[in-house]
């Protein structure tokens, strides 16, 4: 029972690169999210996707797009990453978009130099 | 810009005594609340949800919610080495566009001592 994977689990990136977050789920939930979390500041989200073929912004979308594939995979992409983006990334999905029981996945911890 | 409020902590009991951890939230109208327990460099994960006045019992873990006060807790009875972590207080419903989303606390750290 996998849950909700992310990859990778660590990346340092140079300023300027680009780079992908993927995420997927294996529990047919519809709606899947991508959250940051920093130091004294919690969990704060970037983008979500309601259900397949649907994203919306987040409180903290600038700099960031992300793909909803397909009902398993929601990925996040980093066009340019900028030392402000050094940040743990979770990606998480729940039944509906008004189910509040999100499953996370282990997180991915991306530094940006 | 709803808001949710929690201490830092580090919060510091000895094992078997009650950890109380508090949260206070800005939209009056918020319907949802919840308690999710993150271990150091792990996902948070749900313990506890809330959605009217009064208390919540699971296990050692009960939820209070006083919506009146804007207020909710967790308390966590016979505390356990194994309950050391950091706790995220949750909320959503109220109004605004996207009130169906979580908004997160800062998480208190709760270290229970040996």
């Known amino acids: 029972n996998a849950g909700v994977t992310q990859t990778p689990k660590f990346q340092v990136l140079k300023t300027g690169q680009s780079m992908t977050l993927q995420c997927a789920q294996d529990?047919?939930?519809?709606?899947m999210y991508w959250y940051r979390q920093d130091p004294g500041m919690g969990l704060r989200l970037i983008y979500y996707?309601?259900?397949?073929?649907?994203?919306d912004k987040g409180e903290v979308p600038n700099g960031y797009n992300v793909s909803r594939l397909n009902k398993r995979e929601f990925s996040l992409r980093l066009e340019s990453a900028a030392p402000s983006q050094t940040s743990v990334y979770f990606c998480?999905?729940?039944?509906?978009?008004?189910?509040?029981?999100?499953?996370f996945g282990s997180g991915t911890q991306l530094s940006v130099l | 810009q709803k808001e949710v409020e929690q201490n830092s902590g580090p919060l510091s009991v000895p094992e078997g005594a009650i950890a109380s951890l508090n949260c206070t939230y800005s939209?009056?109208?918020?319907?949802?609340f919840f308690w999710y327990r993150q271990y150091s460099g792990k996902s948070p994960e749900l313990i506890m949800s809330i959605y009217s006045n009064g208390d919540k019992e699971d296990g050692r873990f009960t939820a209070q919610l006083n919506k009146a006060s804007q207020y909710v807790s967790l308390l966590i009875r016979d505390s356990q080495p194994s309950d050391s972590a950091t706790y995220l207080c949750?909320?959503?419903?109220?109004?605004?566009?996207?009130?169906?989303?979580?908004?997160f606390g800062k998480g208190t750290k709760l270290s229970v001592i040996p």
């Open positions: 939209d009056r109208v918020s319907q949802s």
């Open positions: 996707s309601a259900s397949e073929g649907t994203t």
């Open positions: 998480a999905s729940s039944e509906t978009v008004t189910n509040e029981k999100l499953f």
């Open positions: 529990m047919n939930h519809n709606s």
């Open positions: 949750a909320v959503n419903g109220g109004s605004g566009a996207g009130s169906y989303q979580l908004t």
